[in-house]
């Protein structure tokens, strides 16, 4: 027996929301049933951790279900998306089989939940134009505050205006981009990112203002200006 496909209904979700995951296994000719184990590992991580596992048929019963031989069964189960944000792979995996095969894993993001206004608190979300190195640190206000992965972050911050750059081995962003973060909204910002060794004469006295509020109502200002000026 093996695992042929696995499919989920959406790509993103919030921490702790349920994920149904349906996985699709291929009897063999002296298969009786078998163990299926859904696992996950974040991204970059090479090691899986399994998150829930489940039977099909009677496994170690001892005789073939001939009459499933070479057929395709689908099972759907229900497990939990990480706490933590960021990319993931879901997988899932027979007993029989040593590795999670190309068609039977998945991608999912896993974001914060969009805060209420309340809270007086707002969400970015950092993405880049390019690939980053593994050493790029997102700074708020000229402070380094996380590691930034090519795949972007989400930050909550207290309401209020901010200086968002980066900085790692052999690049940097030209310019800080300012962002007004408001209460119970979530925004979408991308850093560009230049080679240190490059100079450019362009003026980035560029101010735009638009809504870029993913959940909420809110106004995201972008102020580009020139690092050092």
Known sequence: ???VAISIPKKIYNPGDIIVVSTTVRWGLADTGGVVSILKRGEGESYWQTVGTFD???PGIGIPNVLMAGKNETVTVSVTAPEENG???L???EQSEENVSANALVQIQVVPTTPGAETGTGVVHVSLNREAPSDLVLYVNDTPMMSLPSSGIYVTLVTG?????????GVKTPFSVQVTVSPGTTQEITLPLIEKTVTSDIDWNLVAVGTAAVAGVGVLAVMLSRKGD
């Open 1 to 3: 027996m093996k695992v």
């Open 56 to 58: 099909i048929g009677s």
């Open 87 to 89: 990319y993931y792979q």
């Open 91 to 93: 997988g899932a995996r």
């Open 161 to 169: 205006i901010y200086q968002l750059s980066a900085e790692g081995t």
